[in-house]
């Protein structure tokens, strides 16, 4: 039976959040949907509350298959959709009571192929909520304002467009034959790449609906492992750039982004894990060395990031690679400071210049007025006295 929206829900060992999430969607004041639930191998009792919920609700579809990752499983999702539009949900998250309705509305009444809308973090223990850049997208509102746009209108900040599964209604036709890459952490970025370059009418919706949940236990030694997908990641994106004909566009963004995503990872990373991240990272910096040169991009991308490239392949292990970065990091806080110094000096200058014209002035004006005059035989009178008595 055909629906209006799809929401596909990939579950791995959220026994503890999935109450939550499904009853945020249960919930809602829209009605038409289905909501597919993929058990990725969960080994708690995920499986089990998503059973209970399947008697109670027949709108629930539950498949299960071994653990494959979060991509993986959102394509079998895609796979079983029947809904016009699809929506992501990761199982540990919810979304507000009216998020369907408004988003739905906004994509039929725009003819819209995918609607954009913020997320909300909130923190797993006190609930407090928490604001990220990443997630307002606000430059989106301040160059195409409320009207439909396509990533052209944005091309600039492509890579500044949130890539999560999540904060998105997609019109269905669109992904269908569309996939995410399968075992990597990273798959929502090859995935968006290939969907946003398809999609003609875009709209910002610029309301929070879905919360994003924080947690310490999300972070495993496996995701860790995985970190290494991120350059996987970035070649895939490279080759979809490509294959749509727009890497002229985006050549120096992409090169960017890359480095500095890459680089941020490395950081976050615990000691055990960095080395063969930085090897494999300084094997593809080196293999893609001679091509970047000759198309021009590193004549044309930032700074930072050039010293990061740069710094990956001139450095023999993972640890002068780390002191190379902070070396830069420590000059450009030395510029910054020379800098800052220069301008307060400046502005130090300014001030006591004005301060030295504004007393200048003063006393012109003092001298020039009328009771200056008029008192002026009492000042030389009183002179005289004092130069003779000094006498």
């Not at 569309?178 to 009418?201: A, M, Q, W």
């Not at 976050?268 to 991240?277: I, T």
């Amino acid at each position: 039976m055909l629906t209006k929206i799809s929401i596909i829900i990939p579950v791995f060992n959220t026994a503890s959040y999935l109450d939550e999430c499904l009853k945020s969607v249960l919930n809602q004041t829209f009605t038409d949907f289905e909501i597919i639930c993929v058990n990725d191998g969960s080994s708690d009792s995920s499986l089990d509350v998503l059973k209970n919920y399947q008697l109670k609700d027949n709108r629930i579809k539950v498949i299960s298959q071994s653990n494959k990752g979060a991509g993986a499983a959102r394509n079998v999702g895609i796979k079983y959709a029947k809904g016009d539009y699809i929506l992501f949900l990761d199982s540990d998250d919810y979304i507000t009571n009216h998020a369907l309705s408004e988003v739905y509305d906004i994509a039929v009444s725009t003819s819209a192929d995918m609607v954009l809308f913020k997320l909300i973090n909130f923190d797993n223990e006190t609930y407090e909520t928490s604001k990220s850049n990443y997630f307002e997208m606000k430059f989106i509102k301040d160059i195409v304002g409320d009207n439909v746009f396509s990533w052209k209108n944005v091309k600039n900040r492509f890579f500044d467009i949130s890539i999560t599964a999540p904060g998105k209604l997609i019109k269905t036709n669109l992904i269908k034959n569309i996939r995410f890459p399968e075992e990597i952490i990273f798959e929502d970025n090859v995935f968006f790449s290939k969907v946003l370059f398809k999609t003609k009418r875009l709209y910002f919706y610029d309301r929070y609906l879905y919360n994003r949940r924080l947690r310490d236990d999300s972070v495993t030694t496996s995701y860790y492992e995985h970190f290494i997908d991120c350059v996987t990641a970035y070649d895939l994106i490279e080759s979809e750039i490509r294959k749509s004909g727009n890497y002229d566009y985006l050549a120096d963004q992409l090169f960017n982004r890359k480095c500095r995503d890459i680089f941020n990872r490395f950081s976050q990373l615990p000691n055990k894990f960095k080395k063969e991240y930085y090897d494999k990272t300084k094997e593809n910096f080196l293999k893609n060395k001679n091509k970047l040169e000759s198309e021009g991009t590193l004549k044309i991308c930032d700074e930072y990031s050039l010293n990061l490239f740069n710094s990956a392949i001139n450095t023999r292990t993972y640890r002068e690679f780390e002191l190379s970065v902070e070396n830069y990091n420590l000059k450009l806080q030395l510029d910054k400071l020379r800098l800052d110094n220069q301008l307060l000096k400046r502005q130090h200058a300014k001030k006591i210049y004005k301060m030295e014209t504004d007393y200048k002035q003063q006393i012109e004006s003092i001298k020039g007025s009328t009771s200056w005059k008029i008192t002026r035989i009492f000042r030389v009178v009183a002179n005289f006295f004092r130069r003779i008595f000094s006498s």
